[in-house]
């Protein structure tokens, strides 16, 4: 049995996208990885609260706990390409750069190596969750899914599926072979950790539907149709030259991707949308009804891919679409969802600014709940993480501000409250500022000293 952690002090989370709760004198009790307790002050805390054998951490001013990041996208066996290819259109960026890299993951000597560096990026990174898709090779993904097992991180991990339009070297050979390996894939996975509470699951992942014939969308769906605890992941309305081959090799839909989708049976509320830039009202529409989430790139749709898209996200959340933040890495340059945030903020003052003032920016709440709460409702785990309220599994970030002499963190002054400071480590924080990093109450990254 492991021993009761007990947390005192500054704890920082979010109830919705407009409500940051921060509190100065918390304390935060964890049993089994389960946040059993949060005492909003000290003077809440009854006197038998706390059981002599906890292991009782104090946090010291300038330093808090706030709940871990979800990545909502992210391409595993894209780790090392991250940034490259600026100024390709989605399509050619692909063919020259992405395909020839997520060729090596048929290596399993590579694609240990490589998925061992990325998830410790991440993990350090604040990432306590990802949704990842892998590459088209089953082993590879059994890798993965293996690493995030044993590291413990949080994962939806999916073998990729594209059995058309890409080169012979990396097309999967039939629409029946890849639904063969990703049945096999999710089985493996499942195995991993047999119970319900499995830190790494399984999620379907056409790559998108110019690389998927109608026959392996159709035969996906299907295992949606299933099983209905089964994730599925896609990118959807990326970017105009991706619409445009879309319609083209599916005319019957008139252009909605949702329409598409859905004719195929996978479109549910464990539906994850990566993208959504160009959206119709139609689309949103059809977005809301069928309860998709939203993995909102900013850094990917502004740098790679085709040029300077903005999704409407001020719209989505006045329609009530669920919304997360993602690095896409590696069309995004980043491992760091801190970076991902700041592009948030960057590129909805461009929508405000498009938009003629209609959508507003976000607010510094806004987005620190896209990355953490909002990211866990897209992944449907919002009944185990993304906040510290009781019966939340304990995924966190120890974030300490009072080592900005080796961070580049905006440095610590006499009047900061705590709410300047949360805005300076969001704004100009680093890894180097997470001293401690848990996932289900096990520590497991940090550049802190094990506590
Ligand atoms: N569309 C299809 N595949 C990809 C990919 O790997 N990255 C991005 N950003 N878009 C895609
Ligand atoms: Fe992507």
């Not at 979800?70 to 991250?82: E, G, I, L, Y």
């Not at 959340?317 to 995004?332: A, H, M, P, Q, Y």
């Not at 340059?333 to 209609?358: D, P, T």
Request: aromatic share 8%; with cysteine.
């Amino acid at each position: 049995m492991p021993p009761v952690l007990v947390f005192q002090g500054a704890v920082i989370h979010s109830l919705d996208a407009d409500s940051l709760e921060i509190f100065q004198d918390a304390t935060l009790i964890v049993h089994n990885g389960c946040v059993t307790e949060l005492y909003k002050s000290v003077a809440d805390v009854p006197h038998d609260a706390i059981p002599p054998s906890a292991e009782v951490h104090r946090i010291p001013f300038g330093d808090f706990l706030i709940p871990g990041f979800v990545d909502t996208h992210n391409h595993a066996p894209q780790w090392p390409m991250r940034g490259l290819g600026q100024g390709l259109h989605i399509l050619d960026w692909l063919d020259q750069v992405t395909f020839p890299v997520e060729a090596r993951f048929a290596d399993p000597v590579y694609a240990s190596k490589m998925y061992e560096h990325a998830v410790q990026d991440f993990l350090r990174n604040g990432i306590t969750t990802a949704s990842y898709y892998g590459s088209r090779h089953a082993e590879a993904t059994h890798i993965l899914a293996g690493v995030c097992h044993r590291v413990g991180q949080r994962a939806f991990v999916g073998k990729c599926n594209m059995d058309r339009n890409a080169p012979d070297y990396i097309r999967e050979e039939s629409a029946a072979a890849s639904l063969r390996e990703t049945a096999e894939c999710i089985r493996h996975i499942r195995a991993l950790d047999g119970s319900q509470d499995a830190l790494v699951k399984p999620v379907v992942t056409p790559r998108f539907a110019i690389s998927c014939t109608p026959e392996l969308l159709r035969g996906l769906g299907e295992m949606i149709e299933r099983d209905n605890t089964l994730a599925m992941q896609t990118h959807f309305n990326e970017a105009q030259q991706e619409i445009d081959a879309t319609t083209k090799l599916f005319p019957e839909f008139g252009g909605s991707e949702a329409d598409l989708y859905q004719s195929f049976g996978l479109l549910n509320q464990r539906a994850i949308l990566a993208h959504c830039t160009i959206m119709t009202d139609y689309e949103k529409e059809r977005v809301k009804e069928l309860q998709c989430g939203v993995a909102h790139c900013p850094i990917s749709n502004m740098t790679v891919g085709g040029g300077f898209m903005v999704a409407p996200i001020r719209d989505f959340l006045r329609r009530g679409i669920k919304i997360g933040l993602g690095t896409d890495s590696g069309g995004g340059w980043a491992s760091q969802m801190l970076a991902v945030i700041r592009q948030a903020i960057i590129a909805s003052n461009a929508q405000e600014v498009f938009s003629k003032g209609k959508d507003k920016a976000l607010s510094l709440e806004e987005v620190f709940y896209l990355a953490t709460l909002g990211g866990a409702k897209v992944l449907c785990l919002d009944d185990r993480i993304g906040n510290f309220e009781a019966g939340r599994e304990f995924d966190a970030v120890w974030v300490t501000t009072s080592t900005e002499l080796q961070s580049a963190m905006t440095p610590r002054e006499e009047q900061d409250s705590l709410k300047r400071l949360f805005e300076k480590f969001v704004m100009t924080g680093d890894d180097r500022n997470m001293s401690h990093v848990y996932v289900r109450g096990r520590r497991v990254a940090g550049n802190g000293h094990a506590v």
